[in-house]
């Protein structure tokens, strides 16, 4: 015996009614709208998942492709049936079931009424048969005649001793074939056959397997999903290659009408008095039919819409319609439809799935804080929807600034993670996405937009705000460093620099000036934060020997220039960005023309940023460049490279003190470039790297590997734009 689960409805209807009451009680004086839709659904009944495929008396069968199922749902309590068959025969009307399980041992017929098997019949004596369904205790079969190379129907009924007891049909042509079991009338079921090339109905006696009334149909031969009432008859003409057409014919004139419909993929006509409703069953994903919506449609043309969208009709033992399909008010579910007082068709909701058919958007996943500087800088945002087949537009705006990024996307191509969520895989970046996004509070904007037309665009709003570890060569609060190059009339640009999460190659840089007047200093150099405010900083030495501190703003400017002392001609190389005594700030260094090496030890302050300076040693004139690149390779303090005048690269390991473990040699070549600095982490790897500039001003990347034997990877050039300079850094 197959498993059978039944769960029942937990507000029951008033039993032996085959039509439950639907009405919904009357709302209490000033109840919210709200409250009375949802009594409302209360008295509706389920409809479980799948398509409907039938409906007796009692009940209404549906089918699940999916689970390979079918469910029975009484009319009376709302309960439940599982079927867990994947293949159920049945006739319309019956409230019996014929359970086939090919590979089994039986087929059953269950009566739906009491949830018993009235009759089995063992599969072997079912050999080579198609079944048709069961009407009460019988069950249909149609069996090849080898004598005559055509069909014969057979009956099976409960005989004694729960035997099933077969009979042949009788009343039917020898060369009858092509048999279809219609529906059931009272004793009776209607059977359609075709004999000598024509199309008859009949109808079957079920006590005595008599076929008589058999009469040709009326519909043409090349005629579709048929449909007639006493004043209207409907087909579908499907043989043009122009599409298929709605053909209504008045039974009286015999005069025709038709309706072009295009290309349908699964279109259905029923007939209601004076109406013909039509539709087409496909709900594609992404593109609507245009027939999605069922509308009726009279022999006089007129027309007007029932449902919004449209999955399956069948006829109810009475002749009503039962439709499966949805309204945007509704939602899903399944509908009665029967005449008016005026003969128009009225449309009934009787059950529920509780999906809606408009679009609805639920509660977006996004965190208040996010942390760009993890995930490889990216981050995901989530919208949650009753359905994805949506066009989605997401709009974000840095609040500071009014910088935007706005994009659109479909779930069902791209950002589906999980059932009904959308998702916009932000890889950190605003304006446009050439730029990496600020830190600071961010404004989100969510539109999405129905693909299939059913309802209008849903919207929502709201805010998070980006946050990242300090990068001390970051000047704007993106989380990037910046370089500075100076061309040779004085103005000052800042080069944003960005990568690619995926393979974190710097592969650009935005440019930004950031003013003139920059020829009165003959020496420019970022030192990361000096001054104890969250972005880097900047020395400049005027051309009379005073040194100049200018504090960012963390907008990728700076503030007013404050002085930190004369006599800095005596140097003529500069460095900043490391922190060589190991404690917490960074220091600058400087060579004077004989070749001596000074410290000066940062303090943290803006209006005294150095304290007083440390000889290291000397015979540093052997270098033409000296760049501080913060720690490179895990040590106590931050690092020193150094080109000497042949080209050669040479590393000097912080001890943490202010001074350095003996040279190590990077390697030569170093001469092909006009500049060089040491550019913090620049994409995100955790470990420093080192940028140079050619004399065309093409900036190269030397990322950083973590090791001292051999600090630098082979450097590349980043794409960006060539600048005439007079120095970088």
Do not use: C
């Not at 009286?252 to 072009?260: D, F, P």
């Amino acid at each position: 015996m197959s498993r059978l689960i039944t769960t029942a409805l937990a507000v029951v209807i008033a039993a032996g009614s085959a039509t439950p009451a639907l009405a919904a009680p009357a709302a209490p004086a000033g109840a919210p709208s709200a409250a009375v839709a949802e009594a409302a659904e209360e008295q509706l009944l389920p409809l479980p998942a799948g398509t409907l495929a039938g409906a007796g008396t009692t009940g209404y069968l549906v089918r699940d492709l999916d689970e390979g199922t079918y469910s029975w749902v009484r009319f009376d309590t709302g309960a439940v049936t599982e079927l867990p068959f994947s293949s159920i025969p049945y006739i319309q009307g019956a409230d019996s079931v014929a359970e086939s399980t090919y590979s089994g041992p039986a087929t059953k017929v269950r009566d739906m009424k009491t949830g018993t098997v009235v009759l089995t019949v063992d599969n072997d004596r079912l050999y080579r048969a198609t079944v048709l369904g069961a009407a009460g205790s019988t069950l249909l079969a149609v069996f090849p005649d080898d004598a005559t190379g055509r069909e014969r129907p057979a009956l099976f009924r409960p005989g004694a001793e729960s035997t099933a007891v077969g009979s042949w049909a009788t009343g039917l042509p020898v060369d009858a074939t092509s048999f279809w079991a219609g529906s059931v009338a009272g004793s009776s079921v209607s059977l359609s056959y075709t004999s000598g090339g024509k199309r008859y109905q009949a109808t079957l006696d079920l006590a005595s397997g008599a076929v008589s009334g058999a009469r040709e149909s009326s519909f043409p031969g090349g005629a579709t999903n048929g449909d007639s009432s006493p004043t209207l008859r409907a087909w579908l003409d499907e043989g043009s290659s122009s599409g298929t057409s709605l053909v209504l014919e008045n039974p009286k004139t015999a005069g025709t009408r038709s309706h072009h419909l295009g290309y349908p993929s699964r279109p259905s006509v029923s007939v209601l008095g004076d109406w013909a409703l039509y539709a087409d069953a496909r709900r594609s994903f992404m593109e609507p039919s245009p027939l999605q919506a069922l509308r009726a449609r009279s022999f006089s043309g007129t027309e007007f819409k029932l449902l919004d969208t449209f999955a399956a009709a069948v006829r109810e033992p009475d002749g009503t319609l039962l439709v499966q399909g949805g309204t945007l008010a509704q939602g899903e579910g399944l509908f009665r439809i029967r005449a008016g007082a005026d003969g128009k068709p009225v449309v009934t909701m009787i059950a529920t799935n509780k999906v809606p058919v408009k679009l609805v958007l639920g509660s977006p996943a996004i965190p208040s804080t996010i942390d760009l500087g993890r995930n490889g800088g990216t981050a995901n945002l989530d919208w949650t929807l009753s359905r994805i087949n949506v066009e989605a537009k997401v709009t974000l705006r840095h609040r500071r600034t009014g910088k935007t990024l706005t994009t659109t996307f479909s779930p069902p191509y791209d950002g589906y993670p999980a059932p009904h969520t959308a998702r916009f895989h932000w890889d950190g970046t605003i304006g446009g996405g050439l730029e990496r996004a600020l830190n600071g509070p961010y404004d989100w904007q969510f539109t999405a937009t129905p693909l299939d037309g059913l309802g209008p665009a849903v919207s929502s709003s709201g805010s998070f705000t980006v946050t990242r570890e300090v990068n001390p060569r970051d000047l704007n609060d993106n989380g990037s460093p910046d370089l500075l190059v100076r061309d040779r009339a004085g103005t000052l640009t800042r080069l944003d620099t960005f990568h690619v999460p995926a393979d974190r190659r710097i592969f650009g840089q935005v440019d930004s000036a950031v003013g003139g007047g920059w020829q009165i200093y003959d020496r420019v150099e970022t030192t990361g934060n000096l001054g104890g405010t969250a972005v880097g900083d900047l020395v400049a030495r005027d051309r009379s020997g005073v040194l100049w501190l200018y504090q960012g703003n963390n907008r990728g400017g700076f503030l007013g220039r404050v002085q930190v002392g004369g006599g800095w001609q005596a140097y003529d190389k500069l460095a900043g960005g490391s922190d060589l005594t190991g404690d917490g700030r960074n220091d600058l260094v400087a060579t004077d023309r004989s070749g001596v090496l000074w410290l000066y030890p940062g303090t943290g302050s803006a209006t005294r940023p150095f304290a007083t300076r440390k000889k290291i040693g000397g015979g540093w004139q052997a270098y033409d460049r000296i760049a501080a690149t913060g720690n490179l390779a895990g040590g106590a303090a931050g690092d020193l490279v150094a080109r000497d005048r042949a080209g050669v690269l040479w590393l000097y390991l912080g001890k943490g003190d202010g001074t350095f473990a003996p040279r190590t040699r990077i390697g030569g070549g170093w001469n092909a470039y006009t500049d060089i600095t040491g550019a913090a982490d620049m994409n995100d790897d955790g470990r420093n790297d080192l940028v140079a500039m050619d004399s065309r001003g093409e900036t190269f990347v030397h990322q950083g590997t973590g090791s001292w034997k051999a600090p630098f990877q082979r450097g590349y050039q980043t794409g960006g734009s060539q600048y005439e300079h007079d120095l970088m850094s």
